[in-house]
């Protein structure tokens, strides 16, 4: 049961082989088990949980089940869940209960779904790994010396090591993908406005998309029914009619079109993260897919575009933290101004600072234009790229990670190290493009390696019905962590 | 272009962000390593491109979607004030701003 899938489950909570409190329980048991080791959970309720399990299953019991009635979904301390603790993974909000839901939280629990408990994440969602945020970091199940990606690691590690059978995350450089191709778990970044950001706290509003994080393509569609369609409260939420995200899970494969941007498989990333991601397209050509080699020329300026946008738009989000209307506050000051400045300091960990500081200097007065303004012109000429490219191909295709999972503490001292982690991630985002990593395959050392797909606006549901021909066949997906057998 | 150790407390200021002397040396070296590559984008020619303010070029044409001017939320100051670090009769706490 803990490694079923959710249309497992489903079937298994539909013909009362199994209850919703007993799912409940031993995802809870699992999570007893193994957090410590991985502390992939920063809050676990365990009493609220079996609360609403017991509701889900009078739910069922009343003839109202949906599909994921019953099932316990892990979310990521970045959405606010009324009455309990919305971290963020910082400092700044280790005591605040939200007084209200995100969008999110309201449609699974619309939908009968558990909520198990609250993921660890970097701080704010800003870091590659996991590791910056206040509760500690979080270990890969693969490897527990190896991080999990970030930043929605915690989300990645409980998936993976059967803690849940899936969870939310967001993504604003790759935050969904990366951690998902880290532990070898899939991840679906929406195009931008599909999934509501009300009540999931913002790092960079332009970018910030929330996603679901399950071990298939089909578990996703299944999640994306949820999660996705039009929330008025969110203003760049899209008025779109509603979609069955399942509907193209049979469409066969021939004919399919497969951009290969030669960006992507050039050099800066690992010999054996290639060739796991040459093996996956050779299987998909072997299938009756045509590959058709293009060019991005313009994502070798997506870092440095991101890293003006999303700092900038992060040092005027996270101004809200003033320590007078929630969250921390310093204990000594002098006057306001200082109590400011010592409640933001105190609050916030040194990568957030640290993008804060840049976001305020490519904001600041003579830098606007050289740096802002220009970064969100060659955001422009980047998304024509991809626009393009998808008059040539339906799916690009490459590799999620130039590497697999490195080590605990390898890049804390090196931002810009650090950055070079989503240079493959960082580009779908800038587009507001839809992007799906699946794993393809292990190196050497027993590390996952993701597949990215990344297709245009809209082709969500063309992307999972693609992954999950590919998992009809494969069995990458159904691995199971060493470090955390059954 | 490098930041002083000067430039850098006055970022600090402008961020309400208090800064030791000894972590802005520290954080000089990390934040000139990120200013070097966002570099990059200076010597690239823009001339004639839209800047891109928004991700999906329909919304962006569809421009900021205004709501009938009503009221929709209920009050619920006593709920959102709960989780303040310090309020009295319905009012937030901040240290004396005029003399």
Redesign the interface.
Same mark, same amino acid.
């Given at each position: 049961m803990l490694d079923a899938s959710l249309s497992e489950l489903s079937g298994a909570l539909g013909r009362g082989t199994v209850s919703s409190v007993e799912l409940t329980q031993l995802f809870l048991g699992r999570i007893a088990q193994l957090n410590g080791a991985l502390n992939a959970f920063i809050t676990v309720d365990a009493e609220r949980s079996l609360g609403e399990a017991r509701e889900a299953d009078a739910r069922r019991a009343a003839g109202r089940a949906g599909p994921l009635t019953g099932i316990p979904v892990a979310h990521k301390d970045i959405y606010c869940t009324r009455g309990m603790l919305t971290t963020c993974g910082s400092r700044m909000l280790a005591n605040f209960t939200s007084p209200y839901d995100a969008h999110v939280i309201e449609r699974f629990a619309a939908a009968g779904a558990v909520l198990l408990g609250k993921t660890n994440m970097d701080e704010f969602a800003m870091g590659s790994s996991s590791e910056t945020s206040f509760f500690g970091p979080v270990k890969n199940p693969w490897d527990a010396g190896r991080v999990p990606g970030g930043s929605s690691g915690g989300s990645a590690a409980a998936v993976a090591a059967r803690m849940a059978p899936a969870a939310t995350g967001t993504d604003t450089g790759g935050s969904i993908r990366q951690p998902a191709a880290f532990t070898g778990v899939c991840g679906l970044k929406p195009t931008y406005g599909v999934v509501s950001r009300y009540g999931m706290i913002a790092f960079a509003s332009s970018l910030d998309q929330g996603g679901p994080m399950a071990r298939s393509a089909e578990d996703l569609a299944l999640l994306m029914n949820v999660m996705g369609g039009h929330d008025a409260r969110d203003s760049t939420s899209l008025e779109r009619a509603a979609e069955d995200y399942t509907r193209e899970l049979e469409t066969p494969l021939a004919g399919l079109r497969i951009g290969l941007p030669r960006e992507y498989f050039g050099e800066g990333c690992a010999p054996e993260v290639l060739a796991r991601v040459r093996e996956a397209i050779a299987w998909f050509e072997a299938r009756g897919a045509r590959l058709v080699e293009l060019a991005l020329p313009n994502s070798r300026l997506a870092l440095p575009v991101y890293y003006v946008i999303a700092p900038a738009e992060a040092s005027s989000n996270l101004s809200r933290y003033d320590g007078v209307r929630y969250g921390h506050r310093a204990t000594d000051y002098a006057d306001l101004a200082d109590m400011y400045c010592r409640t933001r300091a105190e609050g916030f960990g040194a990568e957030v600072r640290r993008r804060i500081l840049i976001g305020t200097y490519v904001l600041s007065h003579g830098y606007y234009d050289a740096y802002y303004l220009q970064a969100q012109k060659v955001r422009r000429l980047i998304a024509r790229d991809f626009a393009e490219a998808f008059e040539r191909c339906d799916v690009i295709m490459g590799p999620t990670s130039p590497s697999t999972a490195f080590a605990l503490g390898a890049n804390v001292d090196d931002p810009v190290q650090m950055y070079l982690n989503d240079i493959f991630t960082i580009t779908a985002p800038l587009a507001g493009l839809p992007a799906l990593s699946i794993p393809c395959g292990f190196d050497a050392a027993g590390l996952p390696v993701g597949l990215q797909l990344t297709g245009n606006h809209f082709a969500e549901a063309k992307l999972l019905g693609v992954a999950h021909r590919y998992q009809q066949e494969s069995d990458w997906h159904r691995r199971v962590p060493s470090g955390t057998p059954l | 272009m490098p930041?002083s150790p000067e430039q850098?407390q006055h970022?600090?200021?402008? *961020?309400?962000? *208090?800064?030791s002397p000894a972590q802005a040396g520290e954080?000089r070296a990390?934040?000139n390593?990120?200013?070097?590559?966002?570099? /990059?984008? %200076?010597a690239?020619d823009?001339a004639g491109? /839209?800047?891109?303010?928004? *991700?999906?070029a *329909?919304?962006a044409a569809a421009g900021? %979607?205004l709501?009938a001017d009503e009221v929709t939320e209920p009050d %619920?100051h006593a /709920?959102?004030q709960?989780?303040?670090?310090?309020v009295e009769r319905g009012l937030?706490l901040?240290?004396?701003?005029i003399e």
């Open positions: - | 930041l850098i970022l600090a200021r402008l *961020a309400r962000l *208090a800064v954080a990390q934040l390593g990120v200013l070097k590559l966002i570099d /990059e984008l %200076r690239v823009t491109v /839209e800047p891109m303010s928004h *991700a999906v *329909a919304q900021q %979607r709501r %619920r /709920e959102f709960a989780v303040a670090p310090a937030y901040v240290p004396k701003v």
